[in-house]
């Protein structure tokens, strides 16, 4: 599985655009990029993938660079709820498991 | 997306004892996937059970520690067997959404303490 780098924390204010990095430089031209994020407590919750397109969907954007190797999830108007962890994931088509790396801990303040 | 109950949201166990935890789904699906959080972690694969064969485990993980049944496209239990402190940690079940591309599907999780 392609590995995934993430920065472990960040910070935005309630308000503002979140912008989430994350460095998958070994992705092979098979292999989505997933976003899930976890609310303290909860189970993972899909958020939004792509193969080299960028995508957007009524929570969030995921901007994918040309030659793939990252990616950045963005959040247009972070609230206090969007606080979580955010998942970055690889995964190539046809192979159905989904491998979390360490995400990165978004703090949405006032 | 597809539904998923888990249960129970929530045990305390003495150390020894095995607990089985049930994954219902609303809709049929070919792979259930099981994860442990433990605390402050990411999410590890346990293993994939696909409906009328054994689960695949990842590395680390063992079926006599980890039983998994797969008795029909909509059901699964794990079981956490001879527990210790150390199996104290958040169990998740997930689904592949119908269609594949969508995402997957995650319970709510179970958060089990040994005592």
């Known amino acids: 599985d392609a590995k995934t780098t993430q920065p472990t924390s960040m910070d935005c204010a309630e308000g503002r655009a979140a912008n989430l990095p994350c460095n998958h430089s070994?992705?092979?031209?098979?292999?989505?990029v997933y976003w899930y994020r976890q609310i303290h407590s909860q189970g993972p919750q899909y958020i939004i993938h792509g193969l080299k397109n960028n995508e957007t969907n009524e929570m969030a954007s995921l901007i994918i660079t040309e030659d793939r190797k990252s990616s950045t999830l963005i959040l247009p108007h972070a609230t206090l709820r969007d606080t979580a962890v955010y998942y970055c994931?690889?995964?190539?088509?046809?192979?159905?498991?989904?491998?979390f790396g360490t995400g990165t801990r978004l703090l949405v303040s006032p | 997306s597809a539904v998923i109950s888990q249960k129970p949201s929530r045990d305390i166990c003495q150390r020894g004892t095995s607990l089985t935890i049930q994954c219902q789904v609303d809709?049929?699906?070919?792979?259930m996937f099981w994860y442990r959080q433990q605390p402050g972690q990411s999410l590890t694969l346990i293993a994939t059970a696909n409906q009328g064969s054994e689960a695949t485990y990842e590395s680390g993980f063992v079926i006599d520690k980890f039983p998994i049944s797969r008795p029909n496209l909509t059901f699964s239990t794990l079981t956490v067997s001879n527990m210790s402190p150390e199996d104290s940690s958040i169990y998740l079940c997930s689904v592949e959404d119908a269609g594949g591309a969508s995402g997957y599907t995650f319970g709510s999780g179970t958060r089990l303490t040994v005592v």
């Open positions: 994931i690889v995964r190539p088509t046809g192979f159905q498991k989904l491998v």
């Open positions: 809709s049929q699906v070919t792979m």
């Open positions: 070994t992705i092979s031209g098979n292999e989505y």
